[in-house]
């Protein structure tokens, strides 16, 4: 069957770094995804990963190695507005998303 | 730009009663899709369409249709609802010119079945 797996939740210090991963099974891979979603509000795009490597946008990075089936989401530079869930996405060779339940990242002063 | 609206944002069903949630966007996007979230499980996709006219089954789709009339808009219907449809609901679109399937998401709509 198709999995991904991330940890349930995890704390932070403001200014610190933070690296959630994120692990894969799925039939085939057209592509992995990092979203971020507030409570309460709508998911928001963050990076897309389709190479192995590290893409690098900003404060956040995003690397994949797609022959380990893993990836992680890197948070730099931790501000109280990062405290958000964030959610991993595969998609498979169908091009069908296959959804992580999402990390809770808890960021203490 | 308003991306994608999705109507209602609240609402109280009693089991067996019926209706419709709304979604629309302004991006021109082929793509849309619905989807559920409920606590400690990821996204789970119930239905989606390639273009206006087409609608596909996604991975939950008993107790739901859909329709998509007009390109801009896409309606999830309940036409009995159970307490198992207790759930937040996201609309999302996505561009047919955006390689990597980005996908935009409404405000959600939160649905609770007595």
């Known amino acids: 069957g198709q999995n991904i797996d991330q940890p349930t939740e995890m704390t932070a210090t403001e200014g610190a770094i933070v690296q959630i991963n994120c692990t894969y099974q799925t039939s085939g891979f057209n592509g992995l995804f990092w979203y971020q979603q507030h409570a309460g509000e709508a998911p928001t795009f963050l990076s897309y990963?389709?190479l192995d490597g590290l893409e690098e946008k900003g404060r956040f990075s995003s690397f994949l190695s797609r022959s380990k089936g893993y990836s992680y989401l890197l948070l730099k530079e931790l501000q109280m507005k990062d405290s958000a869930s964030y959610l991993c996405a595969c998609m498979d060779s169908n091009y069908q998303l296959i959804w992580g339940a999402g990390t809770k990242l808890i960021i203490k002063p | 730009n308003a991306g994608v609206t999705q109507t209602p944002k609240f609402r109280v069903l009693k089991t067996g009663q019926s209706m419709t949630l709304l979604c629309a966007q302004d991006?021109?996007?082929?793509?849309m899709y619905w989807y559920r979230q409920d606590p400690g499980m990821g996204l789970r996709l119930i239905h989606y369409s390639v273009g206006e006219g087409t609608t596909a089954k996604g991975e939950v789709p008993d107790g739901y249709n859909v329709s998509r009339l007009k390109k801009q808009n896409f309606l999830l219907g309940l036409e009995s609802a159970a307490p198992s449809q207790t759930s937040v609901y996201f609309c999302?679109?996505?561009?047919?010119?955006?390689?990597?399937?980005?996908?935009?998401f409404g405000a959600g709509s939160r649905l609770t079945v007595l």
């Open positions: 991006m021109n996007h082929e793509y």
């Open positions: 990963n389709v």
């Open positions: 999302a679109s996505s561009s047919i010119l955006s390689g990597a399937n980005v996908l935009t």
